[in-house]
């Protein structure tokens, strides 16, 4: 019966795609359709061309990556348009350049500071900067409580969209986040503690990654990445779109600059992912965390090789899809 159900759903969802595909790709938001990436390590601490390994537990490790395969086609995203209108939303223009973001943010690490050097919209964003300081892990983040903004005790429906400049990469001795949504994550008669993140793995990938702490204990938590060849533009502004979704065909999804990173659109129970040793706890269902807090900034696992130094700015949060914004 389950297999019969996820056939379904799959059969549902590449209908849809293949009544949309040619108005996504006409505007510019198709998949482009490529996993990429060479053979990776064996996993837990590896070091291959895949991707750097590393063991589960606070740490967050990731697998290595695997070969390539194709993509599936596609959605669009949201509509564009102005700041306005959001659950949440932030142009930075509030407060003096040189101090921490105001209220509802909290400056988790005391690395963001707001800053006039790049700007999106108006003359102000917010600027992050972390040195390497030889800690096994290093963080930059601010947090938002996510509930309050959209007035509920928790969401698995959660849009994201924020405009990012990012100076350079942090090296390949790790994986690092951009954003996180944090929360508890409950399925298959067991519940864990964790976040759903996106970032990159070193200087050649992007990781869509999903991390639980098990509430009940035991060697088994959850620590599991997807993975996909690294292309993000440096030195200029970048829309950056996460999709958390109960009701959408697929209820994860990525894009960079209105394009979907194909890999990343998933069905939670038909993921195909790179977990830790003794890290799938969910055997194989990335089930959507109650999403009560999101973070973003910079935040790096396992030794930082290069300082990292990047700019958010016109983040907006909702339950449904933002879109990215035009250049004002």
Partial sequence: MVCQLRFLKIVFACSLLAA?????????????????????????????????????????GIAGAGGSTGGMPGATGGQAGNLGGHKYQNDFEQGEPGSPPLS????????????????FSGVQSLRFHLEPNGNENQSGLVSLRTDRSLGLASSKT??????????????????????????????????AVGFVSVGGLGEGKYKLHH???????GGTSQDCSVQKALDLPLGEWVCVEMDLSE????NYAVRINGRNLGVFQLMLDFVSAQCTTNGNLFQDTWYLPAVTVTKFG??????MEKP?????????????????????
């Fill in 20 to 60: 949309c595909t040619s108005d996504a790709r006409s505007s510019g938001t198709g998949d482009d359709g490529d996993i990429g990436g060479s053979s990776g390590s064996d996993g837990e601490m590896g070091r291959g061309e895949g991707g750097v390994g590393g063991v589960a537990g606070a740490g967050g």
């Fill in 104 to 119: 509802p943010l909290t400056d988790d690490d005391r690395a963001a500071k707001l800053d006039r050097t790049h700007a």
């Fill in 158 to 191: 959660v849009f994201t969209r924020f405009m990012l400049w990012m100076e350079g990469l942090p090296g390949n001795n790790g994986h690092w986040d951009l954003v996180a949504h944090h929360g508890k994550i409950s399925g298959g008669g067991k519940d």
């Fill in 211 to 217: 991390f639980g702490t098990p509430l009940a204990g």
């Fill in 247 to 250: 009701t959408e065909p697929f």
């Fill in 298 to 303: 910079f935040r790096h696992w396992h030794k």
């Fill in 308 to 328: 990292v130094t990047l700019w958010i700015d016109d983040i907006a949060i909702d339950r449904k899809p933002v879109g990215c914004p035009t250049k004002p």
